[in-house]
């Protein structure tokens, strides 16, 4: 039986936690209708991760690749809200296909010159593992999660009135470009400090689920997000519990536990709705 | 003074010339309606009045002011109701909130509502008579309750001029009916009202000016001046129809919408 308070575990408590608080980037992609971008911010935070690896064995630099990850998200998601504004919500999609395109091409090219030891490394970043968490990884995650709360509360306001209403908005004069922007950065911020957790090919499950599982009971936009961080909450401590119990990858685990949130929940309402 | 004063003013989108050197006078306050075909320019014309939009030549002025060099200024006089399939139906915002919108964009982040606010949002919600869905989400309510809504997020900042776009899209004959009532009492007040519609029969009686307008102003006046056969066929073709019918004027734009 391992130890509920063993370090690693500890750790991947405090990452979990962290984790709900930046789950409400889940809930701002679907209000703003880019429900899939936090996925495809995931995987262009795969390349980076890569290049970051690679520029760190290649140089001896200190270089962490988990701040390069989180860089790259966020430009491809910056890049993908500017062509989005010139040509629509077609010209995000395309954007970010070939984000993830370059992030996917990065990965396998640098994964194929890595040594083994790095490539193990790398890995981690596709399909996760919140239970092998380093010090400075919790660290990193907590600074980006904090940065990112104190972003997302001074500006709550301005991120819902884009998503519901961006004519209206700007017609009440409000800089609506610069806070779209500053949504695609989150969104992008986010993404690459899920991958971390669960990995790359994950993210979409873990952050997406929780959000619009939450809009589908949630009265107002604050229950929204309160309810996103809630089921985020009970999808990583539940994800974690199956995974301990059953010998199964943590990341996976996690991202089932908040798809099948997803599914009870649309079951039970049908069934609700039915009485 | 006058609400609306455009001099040769045309506007360019995407290269497309949208409007072409308009002429405009309106007084203040006034109620107008603008009538045309779809593509003639209506929602371009309001985006212009906003600043959201920049003429190309000509000149714009809109309370005496500048909506090119003083959009701030023109945005805080004039309350916009965009059409109602502009907002987005992702976002659970309950109705209060969304009113109280246009009292938090002027605030510094993180723009939190004081009592005043709410004071001010409840006092719009009593007056436009949406006690019972203040506190509903605004995707659930019906196109009447929405539009309802909407204007009294623009009417929430006591504006001295308000720009509707297509307010009776998908609203019954009720809601029409206490919309139009709402805005005459508006009007009573002393804010001057220009509205985009289609259908110009229901608000011909409550209208001072009529603008008919095909990318530049075809006929602008009173309604039963602009509201002729052969100065409607200039624009909607040969197979329009005027029926009078006291007080009623009706045209009937057999192939407006093909």
């Known amino acids: ?275 | 003074m006058n609400s609306v004063e455009a001099s040769g003013l045309t506007v360019k989108l995407n290269g497309f010339e949208v409007l072409r050197d308009v002429n405009l006078s309106l007084n203040h306050p006034s109620f107008t309606a603008i009538i045309g075909p779809n593509g003639a320019g209506k929602t371009t014309l309001l985006k212009t009045i906003l600043g959201l939009l920049k003429p190309q030549s000509g000149s714009i002025r809109v309370m005496g002011l500048d909506p090119t060099k003083e959009p701030k200024k023109v945005r805080s006089m004039v309350g916009y109701v965009p059409q109602r399939d502009r907002v987005s139906f992702f976002v659970p915002m309950r109705a209060k909130d969304v009113i109280a919108m246009s009292r938090l964009v002027w605030k510094r982040p993180p723009r939190w509502a004081t009592k005043r606010d709410e004071a001010a949002v409840k006092k719009v919600v009593s007056m436009v008579g949406i006690e019972e869905i203040a506190d509903r989400r605004f995707d659930e309510l019906s196109g009447g309750q929405q539009q309802k809504v909407l204007i009294a997020r623009a009417i929430v900042s006591e504006p001295s001029m308000l720009l509707l776009d297509e307010p009776f899209n998908g609203v019954d004959v009720r809601s029409q009916s206490e919309i139009m009532s709402l805005l005459m009492s508006l009007r009573e007040k002393g804010v001057s009202i220009l509205m985009v519609t289609h259908d110009v029969s229901d608000v011909i009686h409550i209208i001072d000016n009529l603008v008919l307008l095909h990318r530049t102003v075809v006929a602008a006046g009173k309604p039963e001046d602009v509201l002729k056969e052969e100065i409607l066929k200039r624009v909607y073709g040969d197979r329009i129809g005027v029926y009078s019918h006291e007080p009623c004027i009706m045209f009937v734009p057999r192939d407006s919408h093909g």
């Open chain 1, 1 to 275: 039986m391992v130890d509920p308070l063993s370090p690693f575990l500890v750790k991947a408590y405090v990452a979990i936690l962290l984790m709900a608080g930046i789950s409400i980037s889940g809930s701002v992609s679907v209000l703003r209708g880019i429900a899939y971008m936090p996925a495809e911010a995931a995987h262009a935070a795969l390349g980076g991760a890569a290049l970051g690896i690679l520029v760190s064995h290649v140089t001896n630099m200190t270089l962490d690749p988990y701040v390069v990850a989180a860089m790259f998200a966020s430009v491809t998601t910056l890049f993908a809200g500017y062509v989005g504004r010139r040509g629509g919500p077609e010209a995000i999609a395309a954007a970010l296909a070939g984000a993830l395109t370059l992030g996917v091409s990065i990965y396998a090219f640098v994964r194929y010159i890595l040594p083994a030891n790095l490539r193990v490394v790398l890995d981690g970043y596709l399909v996760g593992d919140i239970l092998i968490l380093k010090d400075s990884e919790i660290a990193m995650l907590s600074i980006l999660t904090i940065a990112y709360m104190i972003i997302f509360t001074l500006f709550y306001n301005e991120i819902v009135y884009v998503c519901f209403d961006p004519e209206g908005a700007e017609a009440m004069g409000m800089n609506v470009s610069l806070y779209d922007f500053m949504i695609f950065f989150l969104i992008g911020l986010a993404g690459s400090v899920a991958t971390k957790a669960v990995g790359s090919l994950l993210v979409y499950a873990l952050v997406i689920a929780p959000a619009i599982t939450a809009k589908e009971l949630s009265g107002s936009v604050r229950g929204m997000l309160v309810l996103t961080s809630a089921i985020t909450l009970l999808a990583g401590y539940g994800g974690l519990a199956v995974s301990l119990l059953f010998d199964m990858p943590s990341g996976g685990s996690i991202a089932v536990v908040a798809s099948l949130t997803y599914v009870g929940t649309m079951l039970g309402k049908r069934l609700f709705q039915k009485r």
